[in-house]
């Protein structure tokens, strides 16, 4: 019998059919990160409207845990409004997915930085504009 490998049933939901996945053509804000460590790359791009993230997307390259954090930030951050959403870190992520295993929570972390920086991106682009 295979044995799990610590994950969770929601995380291997996640990764199996994750949420949100895709690119947002000229988004309001995008969000890149990378872990040169482990070599995973998570985009984020969102879509605002009355200062709420109406939609929002994700590229990972990665693994699976990068790739199930990445589906449930999208999951929690989508309906927020773009404060609420700053405040997703990444033991919110880890905790909505039921626990990571110790060595894959920096996957949760990357999740809840790609957010934060496609809000900054956000913020950024409406000073300047």
């Known amino acids: 019998m295979a ?3 610590g994950y969770s049933q929601k995380v291997m939901e996640h990764f199996m ?3 949100n996945v895709g690119v947002i053509e000229n988004p309001d804000g995008y969000g890149k990160v990378g872990n040169p460590v482990c070599g995973d790359i998570m ?4 879509k605002v409207k009355d200062d709420v993230i ?9 693994c699976g845990s990068a790739i199930a954090t990445s589906s449930m930030v999208t999951d ?3 309906g927020k409004t773009l404060d609420e959403a700053m405040k997703i870190t990444r033991d919110d992520v880890a905790s909505e997915l039921d626990g990571l295993p110790p060595r894959k929570m920096h996957c949760s972390n990357l999740a809840a ?3 934060h920086a496609a809000i900054e991106d956000y913020r950024k682009k409406q000073k300047s504009g």
């Open 17 to 19: 059919n994750p949420h």
């Open 54 to 62: 109406e939609d929002i997307k994700f590229r990972t390259f990665g």
């Open 76 to 78: 929690m951050a989508k």
């Open 43 to 46: 985009e984020i791009f969102i």
């Open 113 to 115: 930085e790609a957010l």
């Open 3 to 5: 044995e799990q490998i």
